[in-house]
């Protein structure tokens, strides 16, 4: 049965507000509890342990969920790329795995090193590819939510002081039970494996094109952690990257969140040749990407100043700039995963897509080179912003004969000019408003107000659409329930 678009996206965005709200609720905690410092040491030891992780991972999970996306009718070839793509990832993880505890022990936070490898043994338990490739998100946000609020009941039950570094990393256990849960439901849709059927290694040639921008993006993602802590020597440095980093992150989920749903489509609509209706989905998703892309980019470039410091307390000044120039991490990184993840890789373009990211990589080691040594964290920040719109800038440039990068920025028009209008209206309470709660609330809800009520003067039609089609669902639900009572 073919699965609603909306529905699995409704999933995922309760999914990413889960993920929204539970930094809103454990990170001026956190923040207070460990201190920049412990926070930045951590930082520090997660961008060495996903070294492993990436390694142990390969890729293998963005190749899984395009295959299965192919065979969401075909149970027994779908059975045997399960069992194939399960024994390969557990095969690199134990690899890596051994090679992980050999390092761990000689060093010097061994204890938090090893606690660390958690991450790469969680790699040989996901299965969350098969699920996203089989448009199962209903049950994997059912999952996800469970765990996420046990997590936060952990974080305020067990770290309570600057000496419970080690439990607040433990909190990476959760990820690897919440794996391990996903497999009780396996039966509904793989069968038992006939082990002298399968060729595990036979992918291995596609799964390594498919790396090659794994690492890249590693490059920039985690790369810059190392860089600012070898080049800083500075814990507190990183420590406000990545507080930074996670308040951009926050809302890039409510974007991205369209991608992990438009995946498994895309491929299955390339696998039947239905060019047109692939196209009309991509055009769709990067308006999408202007539609809620800009207000959050300049929301939380105009709010840092207020929300910051009520947010995360004494002694992370420096994160309200960093914040501002991550926020245009929104932008850059929803379009080139429109364009990137959400076409090249399910069109079975990843050399195309090899390409873009490497180029992005390239950009970010060169500028963090020159930009730590000189602007510290604040450098490190700018580099990944000019890395992620490289990517951006020369994915559509190559898909623009079958993807117009004219209609792509034109379909945003009316959203910049709803957002100036917003960056108009937040300037004189950004100037006015002292930092707080209450403050941030009114600063967030009158820029929200602004913004919808432009786009509702300018009849955005994609707007007016979803929330049209929004209002009938809601009508239908309640005649329905109406009938039923009586």
């Not at 609720?25 to 492993?52: E, M």
């Not at 990589?361 to 930009?371: D, G, I, P």
Request: net charge positive; charged share 15%.
């Amino acid at each position: 049965m073919k699965k609603s678009i909306k529905k699995n996206y409704v999933y995922n965005v309760f999914y990413q507000i889960l993920t929204l709200l539970t930094p809103l609720i454990t990170s001026p905690y956190i923040a207070r509890v460990l201190g920049p410092d412990n926070i930045g040491k951590a930082s520090y030891i997660g961008s060495i342990t996903s070294y492993f992780v990436l390694f142990a991972s390969l890729g293998i999970a963005t190749f899984a969920r395009r295959e299965v996306s192919y065979l969401q009718d075909d149970r027994k070839a779908r059975t045997k790329i399960f069992w194939e793509v399960n024994i390969l990832q557990a095969t690199t993880a134990l690899i890596c795995l051994a090679a992980y505890v050999c390092f761990a022990l000689f060093q010097e936070n061994r204890i938090l090193y090893l606690i660390s490898a958690i991450g790469i043994i969680n790699i040989i338990f996901d299965v969350s590819w098969l699920y996203s490739g089989m448009e199962e998100f209903g049950s994997l946000v059912f999952r996800n939510t469970i765990f996420k609020v046990i997590h936060i009941a952990y974080i305020f039950l067990f770290v309570k002081g600057r000496d419970d570094l080690v439990w607040y990393m433990l909190e990476s256990a959760f990820s690897l039970i919440s794996s391990m849960a996903l497999w009780p439901r396996l039966p509904k849709m793989v069968g038992r494996p006939h082990f002298r059927e399968l060729r595990p290694f036979r992918h291995m040639k596609v799964i390594i094109s498919l790396f090659i921008p794994t690492i890249a993006i590693q490059i920039y993602t985690v790369l810059d952690k190392t860089m600012i802590g070898m080049i800083t020597h500075n814990s507190f440095e990183n420590g406000y990257y990545e507080q930074a980093l996670r308040i951009s992150k926050m809302t890039l989920g409510i974007i991205t969140a369209l991608g992990a749903v438009m995946v498994p489509r895309i491929g299955q609509l390339f696998y039947k040749k239905d060019t047109e209706q692939v196209k009309k989905y991509m055009y769709r998703s990067y308006r999408f990407v202007w539609f809620l892309g800009i207000p959050l980019c300049l929301g939380i470039i105009m709010t840092a100043g207020n929300f910051i410091p009520w947010f995360l307390g004494d002694g992370y000044d420096e994160v309200v700039n960093l914040s501002a120039i991550l926020s245009l991490l929104i932008l850059a990184i929803g379009i080139n995963n429109v364009t990137g993840v959400q076409y090249l890789i399910p069109t079975q373009r990843q050399n195309t897509f090899t390409a873009t990211v490497v180029a992005g990589a390239v950009v970010n080691f060169v500028c963090n080179m020159f930009l730590i040594y000189f602007f510290q964290s604040t450098g490190a920040a700018i580099a990944s912003v000019l890395a992620e719109t490289t990517i951006a800038v020369v994915q559509l440039v190559i898909v623009r004969k079958e993807l117009s990068p004219w209609k792509v920025i034109k379909s945003g028009t009316h959203y910049f000019i709803a957002g100036a209008l917003m960056v108009a209206a937040l300037l004189p309470l950004k100037i006015v408003l002292k930092p707080s709660i209450i403050n941030t609330a009114i600063m967030i809800v009158s820029g929200a107000v602004v913004y919808f009520l432009a786009l509702l003067v300018m009849k955005d039609d994609f707007f007016m659409s979803n929330v049209q089609s929004t209002l009938n669902n809601i009508r239908r639900k309640f005649k329905k329930q109406k009938g039923e009572k009586s």
